[in-house]
């Protein structure tokens, strides 16, 4: 891990290379292979994870075994910072979508790194600010959009931090089951199917296996509204 991998983390992004060359050697760096579990819900943990390579997916399980996926991390992102101020029980677990890379910092760690560090406590207070922002849209979007809606939503969140631009379209390897996707936006596999394919009909999108080809990205976030 260097430097520049580290800033990729919004709240690492305005280090100077002495500060980010110091916090290196107190984070350590974990690898999962693809299915891997990083840690349960419900375990306790005060670690804050980056993801450096591959794609996680944070998810909880209901009383009756159902699942839902709450977000799906790239690199540069972050989780598992809420055990840094409310150590505890972890309220998801973490799975590995693809072979995955991280760096950890712990609870006492971080918090040294506050002290005399504004840049870093704003940045933190940013991240937790937007990840509370998203938790609002999602029940917002669960109450007031279709089904359809909810996957063209996720599907232009996915491209948006994915996403690959080609001639024929943005490419977006996503990585993920129908099963996953239909967890991510609280909806039946097979309701999430239909609004695919009918997306797919028309030619806004293309389907392929674990990925899509957005081809008309302008009417897919007319339907996402």
């Known amino acids: 891990m260097d430097n520049d991998v580290l800033r990729q983390a919004p709240l690492f992004s305005e280090l100077d290379d002495e ?60 989780f598992g910072e809420l055990s840094l101020f409310d150590p505890g029980p972890r309220s998801a677990t973490v799975t590995a979508v693809t072979d995955a890379t991280f760096a950890s910092l712990s609870h006492d760690d971080l918090l040294k790194w506050l002290e005399g560090r504004p840049v870093v406590a704003r940045g933190l207070l940013s991240q937790l600010a937007g990840r509370l922002r998203r938790a609002n849209d999602v029940v917002s979007d669960l109450v007031f959009s279709d089904v359809p809606g909810r ?25 993920l089951t129908q099963e996953e996707l239909a967890q991510l936006v609280g909806a039946s596999r097979e309701t999430v199917n239909k609004a695919l394919a009918d997306f797919a009909s028309r030619s806004w999108l293309r389907l392929e296996p674990r990925s899509v080809v957005i081809m008309d990205l302008e009417r897919l976030s007319k339907r996402a509204r």
């Open 19 to 78: 500060a980010a060359t110091a916090l290196r050697a107190s984070m350590s760096e974990t690898r999962v292979r693809r299915g891997e579990v990083l840690f349960h819900e419900g375990d306790v943990g005060d670690r804050l994870y980056i993801v450096l390579e591959g794609k996680v997916k944070l998810g909880r399980t209901s009383a009756d075994g159902r699942e839902n996926l709450l977000a799906i991390q790239g690199p540069g992102q972050m």
């Open 151 to 175: 996957v063209a939503k996720a599907l232009i969140d996915l491209a948006d931090r994915f996403g690959r631009t080609a001639d024929d379209g943005i490419h977006v390897h996503h990585d």
